[in-house]
């Protein structure tokens, strides 16, 4: 018999499957068992009676959740009035007939069946191949696959082509700073801060292109806000007028991203009770707008800072939402000094910059700008910086050999997932977050590992 | 006057158009200048007379190849008998009025018109930025964006979840070897050689999932089969009876892929001027059966080994071709001693393992099995091979609490795209090769900038 799926269960009653799938939680009845048991199509309610199957009935009563188990039984309607509404297969039970046990799992170290976890975040993360599979985290993360696959296919829809970016640098992209070292067969070499330089060369090739892969920075902040190794969502194309033509095509992906999310991933949006965000018209101010505003509106001095600080975020997404009626916003024009060497200066504002970040629920989850295309004023630039253009000769043949006006941006995967997911820790949206304290474990788990001999 | 795209202009004779694009080539014919110009659509000829612009025949006479132009024209018919059906608009060409440089190009290191490239691969490589831009390469890399698209697009349909795995790893993954080393805050942390563990994790949480990403390999080889850093297309997924079932699903992928190919990429294919292989019955043999047709059919003893060395890769593959009429075919029962602590043993064939290779014109191209699932096995599996299960122990949290019956594969993406392209070295279809040679620019002149400071 082939393997039945537990959604197909709703239009077999009356007959017989097979399922298999993992025990989501058990509830004795007198001699009745009751099973929930889910696979990745859904779960359904089994009921094992031990006048139907003895046997089976002995092997359920030594079931715990999680344990995978394979059964056989009849598909019936539930009766009136024992449906469950919350469950798409709520309209029926299996009457299980036999019942295989496929893997033991061990007892769980903290009830799962509740809706939020009983155990603090770093108690999650220490068991995070255990917790993911809590419907929560479930959800989180079918709904950031979502995002990904709608960032691709918009922009594949586009004519964009994606590429595969490398990871291993010779050169940092942002000048030195807050790189991760790789001993490259005894050369110091570096993980990517970000695709960059690459993505910029490719512009030359198929003048719009995208790629999607992980990034490295080496911050020492222990934050809500950060994590060392996340994923980016990066684009770049050629042939614009300025910065606010990928401010556009950003726009336009919010307005397909949150209805494509609505389709595909509604139930795990009603399960996680939370509220997509309407995107409309979405408000920008230069930085400079935005200190001033804030100096007004919160009272606290901020003009003489090169960016925003976080609490600045928070309280001008605040503003946006209540007085621009937006939970967007676009903050341009950072000064020279505070963006990379290659970012594309002003003229018409000295000393500032056609680049731009996107706040959305108090945090930045985007940079673009357009970049410098011209060869000689790029190494004017790298010059100013005090950087030399023989470190950076590779990715200058880009400009050498022609590089139309160009610009991207790059967007935080881990931290629009938070935002979307309405999870306060960039963390919590991050499949197996690496920071200062932790890889999987906690570092100091695993310098005891290691003391202990390898 | 909005940008109009190249491919348009088929439609627009006798139209106004304003184009940006890329000089590929001049040709100068008494006083007109012919240009063709091509952006991320396609490859149009202008022609500028000096009687419609003299000062678009100006600026026009001091274009050279790879100049990035802006310009403006009436796209005319050409006259019976000048169409060129090498090109999709090859029954247009633009009459140029106004003409402006955007971005001035470099007289190019090496002629940019033929069809190959007159260099090596290694000076290729050393102009990878601007050799990227050549048809042949622009042709390679949209291939594999396709192969790419068509793998996710493939296990989409099949409910696989995409999954973003971690590059930075506290363990290596095959246990020791060839690993490149990252300084993390001070502790000893290494590059993924895959995203083994993390996949087999997220079995447990969505059954079936996949990831593309970047792994590595810190294999001081320098052949024409190996890079450094490459783009795994991993997959995996529970309630498998054997490795059979991986088996079947990737010769369905490979049926769903080339005819993808043919509808998406046909004529990068055609100015490749390669056959992409049809997919039948894919046979499959033991290793030891492999092993035995090789010394009777090229009489070379290869039976005491414990895998197939490249050249019996080469003489399988030319006898399933030959003999079985397949470019394809499967190489199963690896010894337990070569594959990784958590493949599945074959309890009917001791010793063998129930895990395959993938070979195709030649070179293997995929590396798959079924896993140890119990969770008693897997850490008696790890002590066997002298590891500790303790630097295991978030992996063995995932079979601690209950994993399937489960498998998947990985696939080079690389490789596959070389042996699609009929690249003979798998750098021509790695988009920014590293080796033990080059990241980017040769590692000698890496070095050297390192001495001069930085």
């Given amino acids: 018999m082939e393997r039945n799926l537990i959604i197909e269960t709703i239009e077999k009653v009356g007959q017989e499957v097979l399922l298999k799938g993992w025990v989501e939680s058990r509830r004795d009845h007198g001699k009745l068992i009751f099973l929930d048991v889910r696979d990745h199509t859904g779960t359904v309610q089994m009921v094992i009676n031990p006048k139907v199957s003895e046997e089976a009935h002995k092997t359920a009563s030594g079931l715990s959740v999680q344990d995978v188990i394979s059964l056989m039984g009849k598909v019936n ?3 009136k009035g024992a ?6 297969t709520g309209t029926v039970e299996i009457e299980v007939k036999k019942l295989e046990m496929l893997s033991d799992a061990e007892s769980l170290p903290f009830d799962f069946g509740a809706r939020e976890l009983p155990i603090n975040l770093d108690t999650a993360l220490d068991f995070r191949p255990l917790t993911l599979r809590h419907p929560k985290n479930q959800a989180i993360f079918r709904i950031q696959a979502e995002i990904v696959k709608a960032f691709r296919d918009f922009l594949t829809e586009r004519s964009f082509v994606e590429i595969q970016s490398p990871k291993i640098t010779a050169e940092s992209t942002e000048g030195g700073a807050n ?3 790789v001993d490259y067969f005894g050369l110091p070499a570096y993980l990517a801060q970000s695709p960059q330089f690459y993505k910029q060369i490719m512009v030359g ?3 719009r292109v995208f ?13 809500t806000r950060h994590v060392n190794e996340y994923t980016s969502l990066d684009l770049e194309f050629g042939f614009i007028q300025d910065h606010t033509d990928i401010i556009d095509l950003e726009i336009d992906f919010l307005k397909y991203l949150f209805p494509y999310l609505d389709e ?3 139930p795990e949006i009603e399960f996680l009770g939370i509220k997509l965000p309407t995107v409309g018209d979405v408000p920008s101010l230069k930085l400079r707008e935005a200190q001033a505003i804030i100096e007004r509106e919160f009272d606290r001095k901020v003009s003489h800072e090169p960016d925003l600080s976080p609490q600045d975020e928070r309280d001008i997404c605040q503003y946006a939402q209540e007085k621009l009626g937006s939970e967007f916003i676009f903050i341009t024009h950072q000064p020279v000094d505070h963006r990379p060497m290659y970012t594309m200066p002003d003229e018409a504002d000295p000393g500032y910059t056609k680049s731009f970040d996107l706040l959305f ?13 011209d060869y000689d004023q790029l190494v004017s630039s790298i010059k100013k910086r005090g950087l030399s253009p023989e470190n950076f000769s590779f990715y200058l043949m880009a400009f050498k050999y ?17 935002k979307i997911v309405g999870a306060e820790n960039v963390r919590e949206a991050t499949l197996f977050p690496r920071d200062v304290t932790r890889i999987d474990l906690p570092l100091a788990k695993i310098k005891n590992h290691e003391k202990k001999g390898r």
């Fill in 361 to 373: 629920r108090g945090i930045e989850i985007t940079t673009g700008g357009q970049r410098i295309h």
């Fill in 205 to 207: 090739v198929y003048e």
């Fill in 77 to 79: 309607a539930r009766p």
């Fill in 211 to 223: 790629t999607i892969g992980q990034v490295y920075r080496a911050e020492e902040h222990n934050t």
């Fill in 264 to 266: 595909t991933v509604k």
């Fill in 83 to 88: 449906e469950n509404p919350d469950l798409p």
């Fill in 179 to 181: 790189v991760f070292r």
């Fill in 402 to 418: 022609g590089l139309p006006p160009e610009g991207g941006l790059a967007i935080g995967l881990e931290r629009l997932t938070a």
